[in-house]
């Protein structure tokens, strides 16, 4: 690996400058493993209900409201910035998605996942697993107490590091209706070197990826607040990245 920063950039740079405004890029440069994980070919119609059989089974009886406070599902303090993450889920039409079950997972702090593929020399918190779920209320609201996560260096490039982000998964009626995408904070100076968010090439399909500092829903000597909204389809719709099937 010896591409550096500056040639990702002027790659990226290049890029956006051909396609500007347009649709997102499956097939990126700059994040290298998009050559290998990309698409090639015409996706294949499956019976969605031969996939139910396999899907995981859950219900509104299965989400505890515990779930959307990942400060306290270890019995302890977990180390960093106290955040709550809140917004709506709505159709392109803006009305709120009830019911919706949204499911986060993230780094901690220090950027590091808890998770057994991530072996980079950051430290664990043994207070904070960095995932959790919530259903939306009738009003299409969500809300997660967490912890800021940190930045976390990724080997797509010399010196890359990932911006702070939130992982955002979305499911419909039943597991094939499952959406994903990613949440970012405001004024990361990363986001403009990182290729996975520059990968979208429209300026104001990535600016809705940006969560807004929510001070009115920050609490006194507790926790800040931001506010992201996502929206399922329309003009405004939020990114989502491309399901396999």
């Not at 347009?22 to 996706?43: C, Q, V, W």
């Not at 209900?49 to 089974?57: K, Q, T």
């Not at 009738?138 to 490039?157: A, C, E, L, Q, V």
């Amino acid at each position: 690996m010896t591409t550096s920063q500056h040639e990702i950039s002027d790659e990226i740079a290049k890029i956006q400058a051909d396609s500007p405004g347009g649709a997102p890029l499956l097939d990126f440069a700059p994040y290298r493993s998009t050559t290998l994980r990309h698409p090639t070919k015409e996706p294949l119609h499956v019976d969605p209900e031969g996939a139910e059989l396999l899907a995981p089974v859950f219900g509104h009886s299965d989400v505890d409201a515990v779930e959307a406070d990942l400060t306290l599902q270890r019995g302890g303090e977990p180390i960093g910035e106290r955040i709550r993450v809140h917004g709506r889920v709505l159709d392109g039409d803006g009305r709120p998605v009830r019911r919706q079950l949204v499911e986060v997972w993230q780094a901690n702090a220090a950027g590091r996942y808890s998770h057994q593929g991530d072996q980079h020399p950051a430290p664990l918190d043994p207070n904070f697993t960095g995932v959790g779920r919530c259903l939306t209320d009738d009003d299409g609201w969500y809300s997660f107490t967490s912890i800021k996560p940190g930045p976390y260096p990724w080997r797509n490039h010399h010196n890359a590091w990932r911006p702070a982000h939130i992982h955002f998964s979305l499911f419909g009626t039943d597991f094939t209706q499952r959406l994903i995408t990613q949440m970012y904070f405001p004024g990361d100076q990363l986001l403009a070197l990182d290729p996975i968010a520059q990968s979208i090439t429209d300026p104001a399909a990535l600016a809705r990826l940006i969560a807004s500092y929510d001070h009115a829903q920050s609490e006194h000597e507790w926790l800040l607040s931001y506010r992201w909204d996502i929206v399922l389809t329309g003009s405004h719709a939020t990114y989502l990245e491309p399901s396999d099937d």
